[in-house]
Each structure stands twice: as structure tokens, then as C-alpha cells.
């Protein structure tokens, strides 16, 4: 037992989950502060007041009284006024359960005219009874919610830098949210938008002491937050870094060249015929080299490519050796016709696929069919039809193929009647 309390240990105590989901935070607290255990702190605090001490004393853990005892309590005595409090309010409440007990630190704010009192007790239930096991009385020159309350008043220029950041930081994340949205992003634009919404390592301050802390690992909305967690606790100025709109900014440019180059290219010469159709293999006619799972309708369009068009390659990172596995297990399991099996495969090495790198095969008259536009090259174009990404969940009723065979036969010129 001791006469005195330390602020932090009486803030620790302030701290009382669902407060700021409360329309009235101060009633939500007072329902969760036990109401017994709230009047046997009360009646020992007006014991206390009123000298005395063998009652306080008797509600004492036994473990917990020494020869100090009484004069702790006439030392705390001497601190609380004689009048009585004009008004009385729980200001913290923590409760900890357990299988055989309960413990309430329950924390309360006396007002005695222009003075206030913090009292501080922490009661152990066990069965029917109710011990006192911690006593702590603090006077203060002014209550909690003045001192707390929100003010940029006399305050330091790190109130005032945070302050601003707290503006500017949502003002930055929203500004590139809406881009992000009126961007055209080929592939998981929510994901996109999520990412930009976000701010990662979280910077904290204590509007009321200036004390600063830092949470790596946490991520905050709009990049910014202010919160308190009880009616008269500090308020906490959360500041984080808006990683996802800073990347995506970086990011835009590019997703504006990719959205203005036209999607699905017409040949230069209108109904000019193809002599070589260079194929994707991973994402375009299969799944991946793992799974292989065969694109719905892949049998019909390799026949109607090999019908229509001269000469089909494949355009593939697979090495040949797998290749040959692939299709060998393709042909076996019905997916394509045995023909393709010995379908010619091009070495591809280098960020793109050089059509020029193709064998015998003009350019102009030269179609990759691929669903990575990064891998094309930039001159070339004109000469690329691309495809939707076949990934999972790998949906049966997937119709790409058909809508790129329509693509070859009427912007192409590539018919299998030919």
C-alpha cells in the first residue's frame, strides 16, 4: 500500500475496450465497472476520508498489512479533503477473471469544488469475499477531461507537425485512391485500391504528454487515425506511412501507357493472311507447367489454327525437354490432337519474345498469341493478339479460345476453309 499513485500507473487503467464504438462512452464504462465492488471502493475511500482506519484496515488483504500500514493511510488521509466530493465518476476500469477470482482496478475521479482527487483501488472477489488489495489517492489541480481534452493551445511544434500530417496524409491517400480507381489496371484493380487505402508502420502520439511510440508491424486507414480508449483518456494521434499510394503513383504511368495501346491489334494490310502464329503455352493454351490443366475448347482451336494458318510455333520459357512431356501427356489424355506433339517450340531467351528471333518467319506476317503484354516488344506490337490470363480457379466455361479464334478469322483473315 502506498500514499502515492504515478500517472502512468493511473492511465493504465483508463483503458477500457469498446469505448469508441459507444455513442456515450462515459455510460458504457459505467456498465462495465462493477457496481458492489464500485460501492465497497467508494465506502472505503469516504472511510478513509473520514479516519477510519481499522476499517480500511479489516478490508485489507491480511497478507498485505505491515506495521506501515497505518500510517500509509493517515498520510493518504491527509490528502483528501473534508467536505464532501460534489461529484463522483468512474474514470478507468480494469477487470481480469479468472477460474477461482476476480479482480477490478477501478480508478475514480472526486470533484471537491475547484479541486479533483484520483482514487485508485484494486479489489481481489474470491467465492463471497471481497478484498482490498491496492489503495492510491492523488490530488490533481484540474480533472482528466480538461486535461486530455483536445486543444492546439500552447502546444509544441511536434503537435503542430503532427496535426498537420494528419491532415495531409488522408488528403494524399484519397487523391490517389481516386486515380487508382479511374485507372485502368489490367489485372486485380481491388487489390489495387485496398493497397492504396492503407498506411503500414504506425508512428503514435500522445496528444497530452507529447510522448511518442512506434508499431512496425500495423497498418492504418487513410493512412491516419485519432482515437482515445476512454471518456477522459489521452487522445493518440496515429500517423502511417501511405506505402500503397506512394507505389501506385510510381506505378501509374505505366498502367497509362498499357491502357493506351490498343488491345486487340489489327494487321497493317486489312484481310492479310498469317503465315505463322506464334502460341503461348503457361496461361494462354494450359494452365502452367505443373498443373497442365488444358484451356476449355484447346482441342478446336489448334485444329482450326492448323487449318487456317500455314505454320504454328510455341512461344514458350518451358524448356523443349518439358515441352515434349507436356504435350506428350496432352495427347494422351485426349486434350489435343496427337499433331501437336511435334509442334515446333522456340528458344526464347531475354526479357521479350523477339517474333524476329522466330526461324524463317516474316514479321509483318508473323501473330504471337500471349497473355503477359511484357513480354512483347514494343515495335512489335501490331503484330500481338492478346488473351485473357487462364488462371485459377480455371473456370470450365472459359471461352477465350473462341473469341480469339473470331479475332484471327475477322480481323486477321485467318479462315480454315483457306
Known amino acids: 500500500m502506498t500514499c502515492r499513485l504515478r500517472l502512468p500507473r493511473i492511465a493504465a487503467c483508463l483503458a477500457v475496450a469498446g469505448l469508441l464504438c459507444s455513442c456515450d462512452p462515459q455510460a458504457t464504462l459505467d456498465k462495465i465497472v462493477p457496481k458492489e465492488e464500485a460501492a465497497i471502493a ?3 475511500v469516504d472511510k478513509l476520508a473520514a479516519k477510519d482506519y481499522s476499517a480500511v484496515e479489516e478490508k485489507l488483504d491480511p497478507r498485505l498489512r505491515t506495521p506501515e500500514t497505518r500510517r500509509k493511510l493517515e498520510e493518504m ?17 480494469n477487470i481480469l477473471s479468472t477460474e477461482s477470482t476476480k479482480t477490478s482496478n477501478l480508478t475514480f475521479e472526486y470533484q471537491y469544488g475547484t479541486g479533483w482527487i484520483l482514487a485508485n483501488a484494486v479489489l481481489e472477489r474470491h467465492a463471497d469475499t471481497v478484498t482490498l488489495k491496492e489503495l492510491h489517492i492523488l490530488p490533481r489541480t484540474q480533472s482528466l477531461e480538461e486535461e486530455n481534452r483536445f486543444t492546439l493551445r500552447a502546444k509544441s511544434a511536434s503537435h503542430y507537425l503532427v496535426f498537420g500530417l494528419a491532415i495531409a496524409i488522408p488528403l494524399f491517400v484519397l487523391y490517389a485512391l481516386v486515380l487508382c480507381i479511374r485507372t485502368r489496371i489490367p489485372r486485380r484493380k481491388w487489390l489495387w485500391i485496398l493497397f492504396v487505402m ?7 502520439f500522445n496528444w497530452t504528454t507529447g510522448a511518442w511510440g512506434v508499431q512496425a508491424f500495423a497498418a ?4 491516419a487515425a485519432f482515437t482515445k480508449s476512454g471518456p477522459v483518456a489521452p487522445y493518440i494521434r496515429t500517423l502511417a506511412i501511405p506505402v500503397g499510394a506512394i507505389v501506385f503513383l510510381a506505378r501509374r504511368r505505366a498502367f497509362q501507357a498499357r491502357s493506351a495501346a490498343p488491345r486487340d491489334p489489327r494487321p497493317s ?14 496461361g494462354t493454351l494450359i494452365s502452367n507447367a505443373v498443373s497442365q490443366i488444358p484451356r476449355p475448347g484447346l482441342w478446336g482451336f489448334l485444329e482450326f489454327c492448323r487449318q487456317a494458318v500455314p505454320r504454328l510455333v510455341l512461344y514458350t520459357s518451358v524448356s523443349e525437354e518439358k515441352v515434349r512431356e507436356i504435350t506428350a501427356r496432352l495427347v494422351a489424355d485426349g486434350a489435343v490432337p496427337p499433331w501437336f506433339q511435334e509442334i515446333d517450340c522456340i528458344k526464347w531467351s531475354g526479357p521479350k519474345k523477339d517474333l524476329a528471333a522466330i526461324p524463317d518467319a516474316p514479321l509483318e ?12 516488344v514494343p515495335e512489335q506490337r501490331g503484330q500481338w ?5 487462364f488462371a485459377a480457379p480455371y473456370p470450365s466455361d472459359d471461352t477465350e479460345l473462341d473469341r480469339v479464334r473470331r479475332v484471327l478469322e475477322e480481323e486477321w483473315g485467318c479462315h480454315a476453309d483457306r
Open 220 to 223: 492504418a486507414l487513410f493512412g
Open 77 to 93: 488521509a491527509r490528502l483528501l479533503p473534508a467536505e464532501k466530493p460534489s461529484s463522483i465518476r468512474a474514470v478507468g476500469a
Open 269 to 282: 494490310t486489312a484481310g492479310s493472311r498469317v503465315d505463322v502464329l506464334a502460341l503461348d503455352l503457361e
Open 198 to 204: 492503407v498506411g503500414f508502420f504506425e508512428v503514435q
Open 42 to 44: 467508494k465506502d472505503l
Open 385 to 389: 493478339l492478346p488473351i485473357a490470363w
Open 365 to 376: 506476317r508473323t501473330v504471337l498469341i500471349d497473355d503477359h503484354e511484357e513480354y512483347v
